[in-house]
């Protein structure tokens, strides 16, 4: 099973930019599809963004469409999550996850998760 661990995350003003990468253990990374997911204090776990195991395919909920991208690099074992024009409603712990399939991603089904990584955005 695939071990996640979160690096990137910090505070940045309004209107800057942060990337997250998530790092994988194990050599079969490519077969698993990937997501980001946040949770802000007193919040429920929020779903950000999904990528199918070639990259090919993403998903995104609408609050950060056309502001976030996320990505990955197989031959590293990484998923990127590349925030743009943060706000200050993008403050939370973003955490990574894993799945078998890209069809277990659009359901949000993820079994392997990080321990997250804490993005503080100020106005």
């Known amino acids: 099973q695939v071990q996640l661990v979160e690096f990137g995350g910090g505070v940045v003003q309004a209107g800057g930019s942060l990337r997250l990468s998530c790092a994988a253990s194990?050599?079969?990374?490519?077969?698993?599809?990937m997501g980001w997911f946040r949770q802000a204090p007193g919040k429920e776990r929020q779903f950000v963004a999904i990528?199918?195991?070639?990259?090919?395919?993403?998903a995104y909920t609408d609050s950060v469409k056309g502001r976030f991208t996320i990505s990955r690099d197989n031959a590293r074992n990484t998923v990127y999550l590349q925030m743009n024009s943060l706000k200050p409603e993008d403050t939370a712990v973003y955490l990574c996850?894993?799945?078998?399939?890209?069809?277990?991603?659009?359901?949000?089904?993820?079994?392997?998760w990080g321990q997250g990584t804490q993005v503080t955005v100020s106005s």
């Open positions: 194990g050599r079969t990374f490519s077969s698993y599809a």
């Open positions: 996850a894993a799945t078998s399939s890209y069809y277990n991603a659009l359901r949000l089904r993820f079994d392997t």
């Open positions: 990528i199918s195991g070639d990259g090919g395919s993403t």
